[in-house]
Every structure is written in structure tokens, then in C-alpha cells.
């Protein structure tokens, strides 16, 4: 997003309350990249709308995402998977903290892995990826058919700093991740099972609904 807008726009967000800025600092603190508070703010928006009941996420991090998607939907339950055992620590410690453990599972290990030993007849109704760029597009073939009808994948980071759109733009440290991001995009709005948008808030994200 073009840099004056999205200081404008989060300019005009409402003030989040001490424990989210408390997180936002543990993650500044530690550089573990979370959600933009745009683009969370966006996710939020859609959570509210949807109502999804159950949700997965891939890529836990510090807990932020999955207390903040709790927050939008109290009402749901979230399994979120994180393979980094220092901050599936962390996660575990900021949810109990907010006593959230009843309704957030926090599993440790690789995505590529977990996902399979889900309960297949416990369908979610969104998914979320946030983890290893270079492997969204496993996360999202291991993730569909645990899809409840009507459900829908966010995938976060799709235009990635803005390499993903200019190919110019791009810095020798990220063109690897830039390209695999680009050829994730193409294979989402080419899947024959799925509608995606792709909306240019935050650091881009992805929408794919299922048909």
C-alpha cells in the first residue's frame, strides 16, 4: 500500500487496548513479524461479517493473530499451529495470560506435518496462513479439504513489500520470495475449486472462497 495512505489509515484507527499494544511492543521488541494493524484490522472486519465458528491458522507466531480473530469473534474457536518452539512458548504464555486457553489450541511443529492429524470430520470455516512464504501453497492444498461449505483461506503478505508487484523493485534478498509469492497468486485465482481477490491492504491479502 502506497505509504501516505496506509499512515492515513492507520491514523484513524481506534486506539487498541493495553494487552494488543502490549504484544504489538513484545513483537517490535523481539522482530517477530505480525499482522499490520491495517491489514489486521481488515481480517477483523471480515471475521465480524463471516462469523466463522472455527478457525485454523497456520503460523501462531507470539499468539497476536489468533487473540486478535478471537476478539472479532468471540464466539469462535481457533486451532493455530506455530513449528518455532520460542514462540509457540510465547503464544502459549500470552494466551493463558488472557485466560483464552478454552478457546485457542496452540500445536507445535511443522504445518506440512499437523495438518494432516487434524480431525478431518471437524471442518473450519476459514483458514489462515501466515507462516513460511516459500511453502503457502502446500499450507493451502494440506488446508482445503478441512474447508466447511462456504468457507474461505486468507493468505497474508501476498504482495509482500510491494516486490510481488514490481518486479523492478526487487531487492537480491527477496526476489526468491518475491517470485514463489507471484506464482502462489497465480495458482490461487487460476484454482478451479476457489474465488479469490487479491485486496491490496497491508501487506496484501489474499481471499479465496470456496466454491
Known amino acids: 500500500m502506497e505509504e ?11 486506539v487498541s487496548p493495553e494487552w494488543i499494544r502490549n504484544l504489538e511492543s513484545e513483537a517490535k ?4 513479524p505480525i499482522m499490520d494493524p491495517v491489514g489486521m484490522d ?13 478457525i485454523l491458522e497456520i503460523g501462531t507466531a507470539i499468539g497476536y493473530s489468533a487473540l486478535r480473530m478471537l476478539e472479532a469473534n468471540p464466539d469462535a474457536t481457533i486451532v493455530t499451529i ?7 512458548k510465547q503464544a502459549v504464555h500470552n494466551i493463558n495470560k488472557l485466560e483464552m486457553g ?9 504445518a506440512a506435518d499437523k495438518i494432516s492429524t487434524l480431525d478431518a470430520e471437524r471442518t473450519f470455516d476459514m ?12 499450507f493451502f492444498e494440506l488446508s482445503a479439504p ?7 483461506i486468507l493468505s497474508d503478505n501476498v504482495l509482500f513489500k510491494g516486490f510481488v508487484a514490481d518486479s523492478e523493485k526487487e531487492h537480491p534478498r527477496f526476489q ?22 487479491i485486496v491490496p491492504v497491508g501487506d496484501g491479502v489474499a481471499i479465496s472462497y470456496k466454491k
Not at 127 to 138: E, N, P, T
Open 82 to 88: 506455530e513449528q518455532d518452539e520460542k514462540r509457540y
Open 176 to 197: 526468491k520470495i518475491a517470485r514463489k509469492l507471484r506464482d502462489y497468486n497465480e495458482w490461487l485465482v487460476q484454482h478451479p475449486d476457489f474465488i479469490t481477490s
Open 102 to 110: 478454552n478457546s485457542i489450541q496452540v500445536i507445535h511443529g511443522d
Open 127 to 138: 483458514v489462515f496462513i501466515d507462516a513460511a512464504k516459500g511453502k503457502y501453497k502446500r
Open 29 to 32: 521488541a523481539e522482530q517477530v
Open 42 to 54: 481488515f481480517m477483523m472486519q471480515l471475521i465480524r461479517l463471516t462469523k466463522p465458528k472455527r
Open 4 to 14: 501516505k495512505l496506509e499512515q492515513y489509515l492507520q491514523a484513524v484507527l481506534s
Open 146 to 152: 478441512l474447508l466447511a461449505k462456504n468457507g474461505y
